[in-house]
Structure formats: structure tokens, C-alpha cells
């Protein structure tokens, strides 16, 4: 049988994929090709120095791996990632540096997909979205009907992270990707077990042969794909750069677009204007609401949708459940006209579910903060708690990015200061 051809850079759709399906909750096995994933398997050795005993999890832009330090003996997390990760490292002697995953080597690792930068830090356990979205149980079992952490907790959470974007942000970095898959649970207690114990092999976990559809032997992608296994003992939260490695970026140096999750972009990525640490600011106010309520602030629907149209919607309910847009951002809207009046009012037209950016219709209203929060917040906020909540929201979420004030200052308001 003759070698197979080097498979394309680019992502393929999911009928053109060489491999045949396998079921297994992991990453697709196409993001094994050039310029993609390295092909991992357990016991591998990275570096000559880190042994792969445990795959954690993956993401868009990497996967994670737990390693044993072969040379200091110690439990390690592998990341393949770009970083800029090196400066923040280097000021760890920062109280603030706490809350932030930081780096305890890197090295770059040639392999079949080419060349692949690795960076070492502290094993971590999930992140916020994977454990209210498991089993209830696993973090509730007093009630267990709801997917959110009581709000004590939660409002422990939210200053951990405001520390750790304080952090961040006053070494002149914006994490650009805040979001509850990028929250993780640090440990306690790990390197008092014996690495067997957190091996994962085939007796204990399911490993899935990864097969190509023409039977070839493919050297581009692992023999097989492990399902994660994360490590569950949560200590308390930090703020996840991991994964923000490539989207991350220096204030005085922004890239051209910013990719955050559509229901926590700041106005300005929208009307690609100038971006600043205010859009992780933005992003963390729509985690207040979104982790108290265990609903979130904004709904944006992209199936089979144009870009106008899913933007408008957004704009929609920014204007309605935030605050009509200024004349400037208006200006720039120029689909604004056909969904508002020249007095803000709202028209009879909504934007489109499928292929045009607009379609007439009766406008579905959209309920202000204040209202939102009433409807969705939890038993054990009380109405003299969800002013404290409310207000702190209102400034967090000010169109402006100018206007929003800096994780420090938020520190500083009532209902974060109070333990």
C-alpha cells in the first residue's frame, strides 16, 4: 500500500475528513495535520525531560497534557501554546500572580506537524464551564437542580479573577479571551501522590483507535484518541492564560481582530475600534451575570445566519438591555436605521434567523439590566444584595470603553470587598 499524502494546513468539513468516526468526546482528529496538534501518546517523552502520564484537556489552539518532571520529580502540565506568558513569569513575586497560571518552562518540539511551542506550569484541575456542566453532583449535592455555585462562592471567584486581571493588566498584557472555559480550579495536595496513581492507560480510561477511512497508516495524527481525564480536587479559582496564549496581547500592540466568545465581546470589537484591557473588563461583567444566574447577559444566535445579521442582533440587545448606542457607534451601525428610530424608539424589523440581514417583523423586546437580573437572579440574593450587584454591573458595562472602570478600582466596591 502506497504512503498517503500529506494531508491539507486548513481545517477540512467534517464529510472530507480522513479518519473514520470514532465517538469519542475529545478533539477532532483532523486537528492532526501540518501546522495542527503534535500526535501525543501516553508515556511519551517531551524534551527529554517530561513524561506523559495524563491527557487533561484540549482547546482550540493546544492540548493538555499531565507530565512527571523526570528531573525534579514533580507533577507538571504541558501545553502546547505560543506565550506571552515570559513576562508575566518573571513578576510572580506579585501577590496578584496568585490567580494567574504561570509558566515553569517552555521549549519548542519538532514533530511531524511541524514546529510546536510547550510550556510547562502547575497541573490544574477544570475549568468553571466543564464542572457546571457535568453532573450536578459533582459540585452541588445539596441542590442539585441547580447549575451555578452558591453566590458566597461565586463572588470568592469573581474577585480571584478581578485580581488576577489586575494583575495582568498592570503588566501592560490583555487577555482578550475571558470566559468560564478559561477559569480554572487549582489543586491541593497533588504532589503527595505517586504519579501511578494519576496515570491513565487503557484499563482505566478510554482510548479510542484513531483509523484512516483508506486504511493507511497516517503519521500525522496519534494511534489513538484519549478521552480527558482532568484532575477534580478543587482548591480555589485562577485565571486561565492558557489558552489565551495567542489571543492574548501587549495594551500598545493589538492585533487586528479579537475572537471572544460573541455573547462577552465589548461594543468596540464589533465596530473594530481601538481595543484595550476595557474589553476583558466587558467580558468579566458579563461573567458576573452570567455566574450568578446561570443564565447569560446576551443571547446571539449564529446558525445559518450572515455576519450583519448575527452583529445586529447583538447591537440590538445592547441598545435595549444596556443603553441605546452613542451617535458615533450609531453612525458606524449603518444597518442602525432599520431597527431604530431617529429618537432611539424601536421598529418593526428584526434581524434575519437565516440568509437576508433583516426581515420585518414585530421586534422581540429586550428587558434592561436591571429588569434581567431581577427575573433571573437566584433565591439567595436578596433585593438590598442585587443593588450592590446591579450597580457595579452598570459601571462595568458602560458602551464607552473609556468610561469602565479597572479591575483595582472594582476591587474596591462594596460587594467585592466583603468576605
Request: aromatic content about 10%.
Amino acid at each position: 500500500m502506497s504512503a498517503p499524502s500529506t494531508p491539507p494546513s486548513e481545517m477540512p468539513r467534517l464529510k472530507d475528513s480522513r479518519f473514520k468516526h470514532t465517538g469519542t468526546s475529545c478533539e477532532r482528529a483532523d486537528s492532526y495535520r501540518p501546522g495542527g496538534f503534535h500526535p501525543v501518546h501516553l508515556q511519551d517523552v517531551l524534551n527529554s525531560r517530561y513524561r506523559v502520564i495524563r491527557k487533561l484537556g484540549y482547546g482550540s489552539f493546544a492540548t493538555v497534557w499531565l507530565a512527571v518532571d523526570s528531573i525534579h520529580a514533580a507533577n507538571v502540565d504541558v501545553s502546547k501554546e505560543l506565550s506571552i506568558q515570559h513576562h508575566l513569569s518573571a513578576n510572580s513575586k506579585d501577590s496578584c500572580s496568585n490567580f494567574v497560571l504561570l509558566l515553569l518552562d517552555s521549549f519548542i518540539f519538532e514533530g511531524p506537524n511541524g514546529r510546536h511551542y510547550c510550556f510547562v506550569t502547575e497541573p490544574m484541575g477544570p475549568s468553571v464551564s466543564a464542572v457546571l456542566g457535568a453532573p450536578l453532583e459533582f459540585y452541588d449535592p445539596v441542590n442539585p437542580s441547580s447549575h451555578r455555585f452558591p453566590t458566597l462562592q461565586t463572588r470568592n471567584f469573581l474577585r480571584n479573577i478581578l485580581t488576577g486581571l489586575g494583575f495582568i493588566h498592570g503588566n501592560h498584557i490583555v487577555h482578550s479571551d475571558l470566559h468560564s472555559g478559561n477559569l480554572l480550579f487549582s489543586l491541593k495536595g497533588l504532589t503527595a501522590l505517586n504519579p501511578q496513581e494519576l496515570e491513565q492507560n487503557e484499563t482505566n480510561s478510554k482510548l479510542d483507535p484513531l483509523l484512516r477511512i483508506d486504511g493507511k497508516v497516517d503519521r500525522w495524527a496519534p494511534k489513538y484518541l484519549a478521552v480527558p481525564k482532568p484532575l477534580v480536587e478543587e482548591a480555589f479559582l485562577m485565571l486561565l492564560l492558557t489558552q489565551a496564549y495567542i489571543k492574548a496581547f501587549w495594551i500598545n500592540n493589538p492585533p487586528e481582530s479579537i475572537v471572544t466568545p460573541l455573547t462577552l465581546r465589548a461594543p468596540e470589537t464589533i465596530f473594530h475600534c481601538g481595543v484595550g484591557p476595557a474589553i476583558d473588563i466587558w467580558s468579566f461583567g458579563c461573567l458576573i451575570f452570567e455566574l450568578l444566574t446561570d443564565y447569560p447577559l446576551f443571547e446571539v444566535f449564529t446558525f445559518r445566519r450572515q455576519k450583519d445579521a448575527i452583529d445586529d442582533d447583538h447591537l440590538i440587545q445592547l441598545s435595549e438591555i444596556i443603553g441605546l448606542l452613542p451617535k458615533d457607534m450609531r453612525v458606524q451601525w449603518s444597518r442602525s436605521s432599520l431597527y431604530f428610530g431617529p429618537d432611539g424608539e424601536r421598529l418593526a424589523t428584526c434581524p434575519s434567523s437565516f440568509d437576508k440581514s433583516s426581515d420585518p417583523g414585530s421586534p422581540m423586546p429586550f428587558p434592561s439590566l436591571e429588569d434581567k437580573f431581577h427575573e433571573y437572579k437566584p433565591a439567595d440574593i436578596n433585593d438590598a444584595e442585587v443593588k450592590e450587584i446591579v450597580s457595579p454591573l452598570r459601571d462595568i458595562l458602560q458602551i464607552d470603553p473609556r468610561n469602565r472602570p479597572s479591575a483595582s478600582q472594582l476591587l474596591k466596591q462594596p460587594w467585592f470587598r466583603v468576605e
